[in-house]
C-alpha cells in the first residue's frame, strides 16, 4: 500500500510562491493498494492534479471516502474530470448529516446547480454511485478494509483507518479532540469529562499502532487559545494522539492557509526540538510526494530513528513492516455510538434546563431540527461546541 498528498492545505486554497514547496491545494490523498485499487481520501483543489494523472490509466475506478461536506473537502469534485468520460466508475461515500438528513450525494449535486457551474448533474458520463457510512462498520474496497469512526468537528466528520497488505493508516479530517464544555465548578464536569475521557480512549484504539497518522494541525498551541471550538487540531495534541496510539509515522496535514513555506519550516523545527524523544516520525504533509509502505527489514529503512520532512529530492518513503491485524474496531465502535446516543439525550436535556435556569448556555441557531432518532447511528454530543454556544453572563 503507498498513499500521496495531492492537497495539504486547510480552509481555502492558497497558491502563490510563498507555497510552493508544501503546497496550496486543499485536502485529498491518493491511496494505492498492492493490487492497484484506488482509493481517495477527501475531495479538495488538490483532487484536480490527481484527475490530471488518471487520464492515462481509464477506464478509472475510484472509490472516494469524504470524511465531511465542508468547502475545502469537497470543492473538487466537480473538476475531477474522470466523472464526465464513459466508462469510469466513481463511488463516493460518506455520511448522512444529522441535521439536514441529507446523506453524501448532496456534495457534488449542490455543486452542479444551474447558478453555480456550467454543467448538470445529468450530463455526467460516468457510472457514479453514492454509499452511506456508518461509525464502525468496515467497507471493503478490493483488499483494504476502510473502518469509519465519528471525530469532534462542526460537522459530522469521519475519521477512516485504512488496513491493507498488512499495513495500516489512519486519517482524521478536521478533527478537534472533545474539549468539556463546564467549568469544574459545575455540577455536570465530571460526569461530561467521563464521557470526554471515553471517546479519547475510544479514538486512540481506532489509530491504535497504525503505520501512518494523519492529522489535522492547523494550529501551534499559542494559537489555538483563541480558537477552541473551531473544530481543529494543533501540533501538539496531533503529537499526544500518536504517541497514546503509539504511530510509527505522524504526517501534519490541514497547514493553515496564511502559513508559508518558511513558516511551516520554522514550525517544524521548533517541534523537533521540544520533543527530541518522541516515539514516532514527525514529518510535514507535503505535496506530490509518494509514501510506500514496504515489508523490509528495520535495519534497511533509511528512515528509521531520523526525523525529517519529505522532499528534498526523496520521493519515496517505506514504513516499517509491523505486521498488524486490525482490531476489532466495528462491534465496539456500534457498542459505543449505541451508548453516546443515550449520553447526547441526557446530556441535551441536561444542557436545556440549564439554559432556563441559569441563562448560560444557549442552542446554535437550527440546533432544534437536529434529528437524531432511536435508530440512528449517528451522534452529536462529541461536537458539543455545534450544539452549544458557552456565553458569559457577567
Known amino acids: ?54 487520464l492515462k490509466e481509464m477506464p478509472v475506478h475510484a472509490h472516494i471516502f469524504i470524511t465531511h461536506t465542508h468547502w475545502d473537502h469537497i470543492q473538487g469534485l466537480p473538476f475531477f474530470i474522470p466523472i464526465f468520460i464513459p466508462n469510469n466508475q466513481i463511488k463516493i461515500y460518506g455520511g448522512i448529516d ?34 452511506t457510512v456508518k461509525p464502525g462498520v468496515p467497507v471493503q474496497v478490493g483488499g483494504a478494509t476502510i473502518t469509519p469512526i465519528v471525530l469532534s468537528h462542526p460537522v459530522l466528520n469521519f475519521g477512516y483507518r485504512i488496513d491493507c497488505d498488512g499495513q495500516s493508516m489512519f486519517f482524521t479530517g478536521d478533527y478537534e479532540p472533545q474539549l468539556n464544555i463546564y467549568d469544574p465548578e459545575d455540577d455536570e464536569y465530571a460526569e461530561f469529562q467521563s464521557f470526554v475521557d471515553a471517546k479519547w480512549d475510544e479514538v486512540v484504539l481506532a489509530m491504535k499502532d497504525v503505520d501512518a497518522l494523519i492529522v489535522d494541525s492547523s494550529y501551534t498551541s499559542e494559537e489555538y487559545a483563541s480558537k477552541q471550538g473551531w473544530g481543529h487540531g494543533t501540533y501538539d495534541s496531533g503529537i499526544k494522539l500518536a504517541t497514546a496510539a503509539k504511530a510509527k509515522k505522524l504526517f501534519f496535514t ?38 510506500s509502505h514496504q515489508r523490509q527489514p528495520a535495519h534497511l529503512n533509511p528512515l528509521r530513528g531520523s526525523q525529517r520532512t519529505l522532499g528534498s529530492g526523496c520521493q519515496h518513503t517505506s514504513i516499517d513492516d509491523c505486521r498488524l491485524t486490525r482490531p476489532a474496531l466495528a462491534p465496539l465502535g456500534v457498542a459505543l455510538e449505541e451508548q453516546r446516543l443515550a449520553e447526547h439525550r441526557r446530556h441535551r436535556r441536561r444542557l436545556e434546563r440549564l439554559g432556563d435556569q441559569k441563562g448560560r448556555l444557549r442552542p446554535l441557531a437550527g440546533e432544534e431540527a437536529l434529528r437524531i432518532g432511536g435508530d440512528e447511528d449517528h451522534r452529536h454530543l462529541e461536537t458539543a461546541q455545534h450544539l452549544v454556544d458557552r456565553i458569559e453572563t457577567g
Not at 493498494?33 to 492534479?49: C, P
Not at 449542490?110 to 448538470?120: A, C, E
Open 98 to 131: 444529522p441535521v439536514t438528513n441529507e446523506t453524501i450525494n448532496r456534495a457534488l449535486s449542490v455543486q452542479l446547480q444551474y447558478s453555480f457551474f456550467p454543467i448538470r448533474e445529468a450530463q455526467l458520463n460516468a457510472r457514479i454511485e453514492y454509499a
Open 1 to 54: 500500500m503507498k498513499f500521496k498528498f495531492w492537497g495539504v492545505r486547510g480552509s481555502i486554497p492558497t497558491p502563490g510562491p510563498n507555497t510552493v514547496k508544501y503546497g496550496g491545494n486543499t485536502t485529498c490523498i491518493e491511496i494505492r493498494t498492492d493490487s492497484n485499487d484506488l482509493i481517495i481520501l477527501d475531495a479538495g483543489t488538490g483532487i484536480h492534479a490527481l484527475a490530471q494523472t488518471l
Open 254 to 291: 490541514h497547514h493553515e492557509p496564511t502559513r508559508t513555506d518558511a513558516s511551516l519550516e520554522a514550525i517544524y523545527q521548533n517541534l523537533l526540538q521540544t520533543h527530541p524523544d518522541s516515539s514516532c516520525e514527525l514529518l510535514l504533509a507535503q505535496e506530490g510526494v509518494d509514501i
